[in-house]
Structures are given as structure tokens and as C-alpha cells.
């Protein structure tokens, strides 16, 4: 059966450039365009990984957004990639760490990412 994969991610060429790259992979992908979206997404569809963007609706929507999933029993346990432009766009002199309080994620992406390297992470950490 395919892994499932849900994309939350406001930048629809984006979502279809990597919905193709994962598709193309033997993935199953589904996509919401904001953090409250996403988080009944994951709650109906149950993927096995989750790409999350960072700037969606506010600056700061994909870190709050993972922080919720993090704390909901039903999702928790989902692996997040953070995959975000957020570093440049505000042109910040560091990058982010995942950590289990601030930011649960499993790894954080910088776009524009290279396919290698986002089918790897998606490889590396997707549920088993």
C-alpha cells in the first residue's frame, strides 16, 4: 500500500511540483493550503508524513501548527519536515533546530529544496 503523505503548504505550484515528485515515487499526496486545514487533514487521513510550509496565513502558522499537532493525542506521532522559505524571506541570520518543545519536527528543509534531498528526508523519516 502507498505511504501517505500530506503537504500543508499556501503556494499551490509548489504543492504540485513536489505532489508530482512524490507521486511519481509511488506516494500518495494530499494537500492543505493552511495549519487549521492541515490539522483535521491529518486527523481524517492519518499520513505517514507531513511536509509543513511556515508562512502561510500569518509568519508564523507552521511552527504554531506543528507545536498543535504535537500536542493533539490523535496526531502526534506523525513525522513533520518543515519545509520552508522562512529564513530567507526574513532574512534571518540562523536556521532552526528541531527540538520536542519549541519545534517538533523531525527535520527542517530550506527552500527552494533539491528533489534529492526532500525524497531522502521524506525517505529517512516517514512512519515505518
Do not use: C
Amino acid at each position: 500500500m502507498a505511504k501517505k503523505v500530506l503537504m500543508i503548504d499556501d503556494d499551490p505550484e509548489f504543492v504540485e511540483a513536489i505532489s508530482n515528485l512524490l507521486d511519481a515515487r509511488g506516494y500518495t499526496v494530499e494537500s492543505a493550503s493552511n495549519g487549521k486545514d492541515g490539522v483535521e487533514k491529518a486527523k481524517q487521513m492519518n499520513p505517514d508524513i507531513i511536509l509543513l510550509d511556515v508562512m502561510m496565513t500569518t509568519k508564523s502558522e507552521g511552527f504554531d501548527t506543528a507545536r498543535a499537532m504535537h500536542e493533539d493525542e490523535n496526531i502526534k506521532e506523525i513525522p513533520i519536515v518543515m519545509v520552508t522559505g522562512v529564513r530567507k524571506e526574513m532574512n534571518l541570520p540562523f536556521g532552526f533546530e528541531p527540538d520536542e518543545e519549541w519545534l517538533p519536527v523531525k527535520a527542517v528543509l530550506e527552500k527552494p529544496v533539491k528533489p534529492e534531498l526532500l525524497l531522502k528526508t521524506v525517505q529517512e523519516n516517514i512512519r515505518k
